[in-house]
């Protein structure tokens, strides 16, 4: 029987002091094209400094107790930077500009010529993971609509044909991601949030040229923004049902720093919920019991069966101790909620 409300992170978790410049890293917009300078070993050291770094992210969230293993993201400046910037038709040498969700212009990959994948970006990623865990894994790529939206467009002229471009290189990354052994692949869309006008013309549709032909279990990522970078944030999402008929198996939400109205999620039918139930914007750990008082919500409105309870976002931002107290209150407090539904299904 498989595991009642599974645990998981997003993605990521926070990196090591040893591996990468925390502090320098908190100080600016998530980077969207290289940003190298964030690394501490030098570059002949860096690939098993970030092996290692893996390893120990393996281990605390196998300590923590999570259902469901990610590598951490431990190998990333950002979410989206490091399979952006290894595709075909970028010019990575004079970088374009393009606005935030905030509003602030940031450095950005400059497209200049047909997007195309070279090679296999993250698969190496998912082997290293597979080798060193014998639960479920989970890995993360970024999806096509918010690499469209983090790029200066110098070739297409034309966003739509610029996300369907994205879509075929994620499309060709996620179905190798499935044959190296991922049992879970997250596109990472927080841009369909952020540009939900755009998103209805053709978020839908570059998610779905994403995953055309993809076997396996696939998750979407939505969210409101780092909280230690966004601040100002709106109470509710403004592009959601629209995915109800979207071909992926899970979507994950956040619903605990913006209290959400979950009454939202009955309107994702046949949809797994990736539940975000930590407050990554509070510098203490939930207890237990707020997070599954947390998942109580979800429950309102959605069967445990399509339930996997998880962060808000990622907690790449988030000191390594933090990080861990709130991972582990999370698996706490599911424990919680599963003891009791386990209590009511005994007959009487």
């Known amino acids: 029987m498989p595991q009642l409300l599974p645990t998981s992170l997003v993605g990521s978790y926070a990196q090591p002091d040893w591996l990468i410049d925390r502090a320098r890293l908190k100080d600016r917009f998530p980077p969207r094209v290289r940003a190298k300078e964030l690394w501490r070993p030098a570059p002949e050291y860096l690939e098993e400094a970030q092996d290692d770094a893996t390893i120990w ?108 471009a994205y879509a075929a290189a994620v499309n060709e990354e996620v179905k190798d991601m499935f044959a190296a052994g991922a049992d879970h692949v997250q596109l990472d869309e927080p841009y369909l949030q952020a540009r939900p006008e755009a998103a209805r013309r053709f978020g839908r549709q570059a998610v779905e040229r994403a995953l055309d032909g993809v076997g396996g279990s696939t998750a979407l990522h939505i969210c409101f923004g780092y909280a230690a970078i966004i601040h100002q944030r709106p109470s509710g999402y403004d592009y959601l049902p629209e995915l109800s008929e979207c071909p992926v198996h899970a979507i994950s939400i956040e619903t605990a720093q913006q209290n959400l109205d979950t009454s939202i999620l009955r309107r994702l039918p046949g949809k797994t919920i990736i539940l975000g139930v930590l407050d990554l914007s509070t510098d203490s750990a939930e207890s237990p019991e707020t997070v599954a008082a947390r998942i109580r919500r979800g429950l309102e409105h959605v069967d445990p069966e399509r339930i996997v309870v998880a962060p808000d976002c990622g907690l790449k931002y988030l000191p390594r101790d933090l990080a861990f107290a709130k991972m582990k209150a999370m698996v706490d407090g599911a424990a919680i909620v599963r003891a009791e539904l386990a209590a009511k299904a005994v007959p009487a």
């Open 57 to 164: 992210a393996i281990h605390e969230q196998e300590r923590a107790g999570l259902d469901i293993i990610t590598d951490g993201e431990m190998r990333r400046e950002s979410y989206s930077n490091r399979f952006a910037t290894a595709l075909d038709g970028v010019d990575m040498d004079n970088p374009g500009v393009a606005l935030d969700r905030s509003g602030h212009p940031n450095p950005v990959p400059r497209v200049t010529g047909p997007i195309r994948r070279r090679h296999a970006v993250q698969v190496r990623d998912v082997e290293f993971l597979r080798r060193h865990t014998d639960r479920p894994i989970k890995i993360t790529v970024p999806g096509p609509f918010t690499m469209s939206q983090q790029a200066q467009d110098d070739h297409y002229g034309d966003p739509e044909a610029l996300a369907m």
